[in-house]
């Protein structure tokens, strides 16, 4: 994106919103910020209509913030509690139904890269459990075997959790949710390894408790889509609403998890993706 | 009036019905008739049924879709009578009267006594012709039994010159990309691959199409 | 990519020299596709449409069409097609009957997306057991998407309806959908003369920026919506958007008439339209109609015909007028619901001289003689 085209015209400053004001004046477009720089710079994400301690939202904004090229990175969501937070996003978003983000991803990434063969465009899905794994799960693993260059982000939460708490692919085994009254009677699905065979070259699973480690995966992922293969990524979100437990207690949960030994941060990257890692780091020296 | 003459052909998948169609309607036009041709299939198999139709006037025809009064019946297998593999129960369903009825088999089939009598009643002429054996005699190859099949027509009736049908064979094979459907494609190039050479194919055609037209035979109901 | 001049549109539909060929529906699809300088197509087969999208491919393959491959499923092409469009690009898909409903849920969004995509449908019957068979009946379920629908009649319809729908949907006052509805079989199989313009010469690109809502490319400024999500509905202005939304598309929609009136000369066609008895309705039954009315001339009977080419905006004043001194009304369909005759009677005036048939579904042609005999029945 040109930087001229949201610079204010003469004359108009006063009227324009202060948020809009912020984000040109301290925005992360061009800066290459990272989680570090997390209460330096205004953040893209302007408020957001989710719970108070939503794993979910706290995602969201490191991902956010660890954008490599915001002022031209085009986010696809999915119907779910992140389509609520991301029309006050200030990069732009597509919403379209309920599980076709990775569908709208290809045909938007492939129509980008006709149009602008010489710049880059990053195309980020960022969707829920339920999107992402029950019914869009055609359409994100074949994104997969089509090779795309599309980053594909879970915020996993382990429930449908905007209608109302109901039991997801990716709830635990014998979770007591709506319409699982008994229990869940399947396993966790194993996305993260279904994502390893169906061709991504690039793929982890961490959450905001490591709060730098997941902003080094997003860039990863991003960077990686762009030029090796589709990349995916799936960071726990506790959802303190359905889950039922304290707002300030949503770190806590991620750390009993860690502790039961039913989460780990895991990262899995092809020999190709790695190469093309190095070489960036390369570059930088 | 205008004159016009509507023909069904009901054989099997992978016969070429579709395609002897689409080369009659072709050769109907390159003379200067109105002519439209379209193929009736359900799933696109081999020996399934398949239909189609070639309606030739000296007016612009608007009618579309099945034949459901044809002047000409053309049967490109024994089955599409003998297993009911046809669209119309009995095959000469809405046969005009005075219509023809062209069969291709080595010898008459058991055609019911009753159906005999009715086909009679309606004046028809009934003809049958070796299709297959005169292809795989003159063609070198069963493939060419739509040919024959034509020229059992141009035998029957001159609805279309040889000229013409020579000019559709060209158009069809001669490398323009012809279009039926995608296992159609398929034997297309299986055909092709049978002569060394399009002219050749052309010609081996042309010649089971005049062949077949000297030796398709009036059967006396 | 092949070098092809573009040519003011106007310009291509009515001043070009035409060429008569002879070949069938899907071909003509792909002649269409050759000249419409279309960027990105995505397939996906069901009979009858697939042959039209194999050719598309063919064009992909030989520099026509930029980009094209098959999608997954028809869920997937017809969201595969929104992220292309959004992103600024002309697209062009096709699909028919099951594979049509299986797409359903994108449709509405289409128009409310404001995208102008052009989908070719071909029609096939959706009941159990399985049909792959000619039958219209998916119109019904498409008549309230939000979609501009012509219906083509047969093989010059589809060349002409195809290259003009890119160019009225496109129009930043209209810029929604269009659906180019053809028989499956009956006039996407049939072998049929059309007369098309010379294939040296395109329609101009589309301009991403003719878009009256924005291009998700990150070239303008991203803005924040709204405090809150339109879907809260938590406050009034959601409740406002969503209801003014929807009068925005259907407007757009009626803001379509003139063009449409422009590019293919109104939205019925007509002939002898002051008879007594006048047939009014759309597709192959119109075709279908030409024969029976021809039929009943010889018999001494006076009867008018009314092709309805576009379906949505619906031609109601045209309608309103043309049966206002018609004594009877017969309505042939290929679909057991009879979805065009609801359309006729909820605007004629005096609909009981409306005739609800016949009606032929299954997969049948319809002979000529059934709508003779409902001719003779009007005249009784």
Avoid at chain 3, 13 to 24: D, K, P, S
Avoid at chain 3, 191 to 215: C, H, Q
Wanted: hydrophobic share 40%.
């Amino acid at each position: 994106m040109n930087k001229n085209l949201f610079k204010i015209s003469p004359g108009y400053e006063e009227i324009m919103p202060a948020e809009y004001l912020d984000l040109i004046n301290d925005g992360p477009y061009g800066k290459n910020y990272g989680v570090d720089d997390l209460g330096t710079f205004k953040e893209l994400l302007e408020e957001h209509p989710l719970c108070a301690g939503c794993g979910l939202a706290l995602s969201m904004r490191l991902i956010l913030a660890s954008l490599p090229n915001p002022e031209d990175t085009i986010i696809v969501g999915s119907t779910g509690c992140s389509a609520l937070a991301f029309p006050q996003v200030a990069v732009q978003n597509i919403h379209s139904l309920f599980g076709n983000q990775n569908a709208v991803a290809t045909g938007l990434k492939r129509a980008l890269k006709l149009r602008f063969p010489d710049k880059i465009k990053d195309v980020v899905v960022v969707a829920g459990d339920g999107a992402t794994v029950d019914i869009g799960l055609d359409m994100v693993m074949h994104s997969w075997f089509r090779k795309e260059n599309i980053t594909t982000i879970m915020l996993d939460n382990e429930a449908y959790a905007n209608t109302g708490g109901q039991e997801s692919g990716m709830s635990q085994e014998k979770a007591v949710l709506n319409m699982a009254p008994t229990g869940k009677k399947f396993p966790k699905i194993a996305l993260p390894e279904v994502a390893q065979a169906a061709g991504c070259a690039y793929v982890g699973e961490v959450s905001p408790l490591q709060a730098k480690r997941l902003g080094k995966m997003v860039r990863n992922a991003i960077l990686i889509a762009r030029e090796i293969g589709p990349t995916y990524l799936q960071l726990y979100s506790p959802c303190p609403t359905n889950y039922k437990f304290k707002s300030n207690e949503t770190m806590q949960k991620i750390k009993d998890r860690v502790k039961d030994g039913t989460f780990k941060v895991k990262e899995y990257i092809t020999p190709e993706a790695e190469q093309f890692l190095a070489g960036i780091e390369e570059g930088k020296k | 009036m205008a004159e016009k003459t509507w023909i069904r052909m009901s054989g099997l998948g992978g016969q070429g019905v579709i395609t002897c169609a689409h080369i009659l309607a072709t050769a109907a036009n390159q003379e200067g008739k109105e002519s439209t041709v379209n193929p009736f299939f359900g799933a696109e198999k081999r020996l399934a049924p398949a239909e189609s139709y070639v309606r030739i006037s000296s007016e612009v025809i608007h009618e579309r879709g099945e034949i459901l009064k044809p002047d000409i019946i053309m049967i490109f297998h024994p089955h599409v009578i003998t297993l009911g593999k046809c669209y119309t129960m009995p095959f000469y369903e809405g046969l005009q009267p005075g219509g023809n009825v062209i069969i291709n088999s080595d010898q008459p089939l058991a055609i019911s006594k009753e159906d005999l009598e009715k086909l009679n009643q309606m004046q028809a002429k009934v003809f049958y012709v070796s299709a297959t054996q005169i292809a795989s005699e003159v063609g070198g190859t069963e493939l060419s039994t739509n040919m024959a099949m034509l020229g059992a027509l141009l035998g029957v009736a001159k609805v279309v010159s040889f000229d013409a049908v020579k000019f559709a064979v060209q158009d069809r094979f001669g490398g323009k990309n012809f279009v039926a459907s995608g296992s159609t494609a398929a034997l297309d190039d299986v055909m092709k691959s049978k002569f060394a050479k399009v002219t050749q194919l052309i010609e081996k055609n042309m010649n089971v199409v005049e062949e077949a037209s000297k030796r398709v035979e009036e059967y006396q109901l | 990519m092949i070098e092809q001049k573009v040519m003011d549109p106007q310009q291509l539909f009515f001043e070009a020299e035409r060429q008569e060929v002879f070949i069938t529906g899907s071909e003509i699809v792909k002649e269409a596709v050759k000249r419409a300088n279309v960027d990105i197509a995505i397939s996906y087969p069901i009979t009858p449409q697939s042959e039209s999208m194999h050719l598309v491919g063919d064009l992909y393959a030989e520099g026509y069409v930029k980009e094209y491959f098959r999608g997954e499923s028809e869920f997937a092409v017809m969201s595969e097609v929104i992220g292309a469009a959004m992103a600024g690009v002309r697209v062009f898909t096709a699909t028919g009957g099951q594979g049509a409903l299986r797409a359903f849920e994108n449709f509405p969004n289409w128009s409310g997306s404001r995208l102008p995509l052009v989908c070719a449908f071909m029609t096939r019957g959706l009941n159990a057991p399985l049909s792959i068979q000619p039958d219209t009946l998916e119109m019904a379920f498409m008549l309230d998407t939000g979609m501009i629908i012509l219906h083509a009649e047969a093989a010059q319809d589809i060349y002409d309806m195809l290259l003009k729908a890119f160019i009225i949907a496109e129009k930043t006052d209209v810029h929604i959908p269009v659906g180019v509805f053809m028989d499956g079989f009956f006039v996407t199989h049939t072998r049929d003369k059309v007369k098309i313009t010379p294939a040296e010469f395109k329609l101009p690109p589309y301009e991403p920026y003719s878009s009256p809502i924005p291009v998700m490319d990150m070239e303008n400024v991203p803005f924040r919506h709204m405090r809150d999500p339109f879907v809260m509905k938590s406050n009034f202005i959601s409740y406002a958007a969503h209801a003014s939304w929807q009068q925005e598309v259907l407007a757009a929609a009626e803001r379509s008439r003139r063009y449409i009136q422009q590019y293919l000369g109104g939205l019925v066609e007509k002939e002898n339209e002051n008879a007594d008895i006048l047939i009014i309705t759309s597709g192959t039954a119109v075709s279908q109609s030409q024969e029976a009315i021809a039929m009943a001339q010889q018999e001494g009977i006076d009867v008018g015909l009314v092709k309805i080419k576009c379906i949505r905006p619906f031609p109601t004043a045209e309608i309103q007028q043309l049966a206002a001194n018609a004594k009877a009304i017969i309505v042939p369909e290929f679909n057991r619901v009879g979805w065009m005759c609801r359309e006729l009677k909820s605007v004629i005036e005096d609909n009981t001289k409306v005739v609800g048939g016949p009606r032929v579904f299954g997969g049948m042609t319809m002979p000529p003689e059934m709508i003779l005999d409902e001719i003779r029945r009007c005249t009784q």
